[in-house]
């Protein structure tokens, strides 16, 4: 399987979907899916919003639980690459990154003479 690097600053707004949970990689004895170094693969939902209103939802794999991702919260997302896979008559293509982090707001500061200030 060949992995196709993504430029994630070409996605436009990366938001968690769905929060973080352990892929199971056998639904009848709900084994969690691992990697080499026996770190559990965790899974995020992503919206990805590129122009207009034009929204699609990815799901991408990754090592470890991402920590401080909450529903709905603007997410950065290092080294995506994409994988096209087949499986009979199926397919489609996975992701998987390096790491998820939640995107901090911007701190605002308050302008002199705004607010509710006496």
Do not use: K, M, Q
């Given at each position: 399987m060949q992995a196709i690097p993504v430029d994630t600053s070409r996605l436009?707004?990366?938001r968690c979907a769905v929060e973080p949970e352990p892929k199971i990689s056998n639904y009848e004895t709900k084994e969690v899916k691992?990697?080499?170094e026996g770190n559990t693969i965790y899974t995020v939902a992503a919206t990805v919003r590129q122009e207009g209103r034009r929204i699609s939802v990815?799901?991408?794999a990754v090592a470890g639980e991402p920590k401080g991702i909450k529903e709905g919260q603007e997410i950065r997302v290092t080294g995506l690459e994409a994988?096209?896979?087949a499986m009979g008559e199926r397919?489609?293509?996975s992701f998987r990154a390096e790491?998820?982090?939640p995107v901090q707001p911007a701190a605002t500061t308050a302008l002199p003479g705004k607010g509710g200030g006496a």
């Open positions: 436009g707004v990366l691992r990697d080499r990815i799901e991408i994988f096209s896979w397919h489609g293509i790491a998820i982090t």
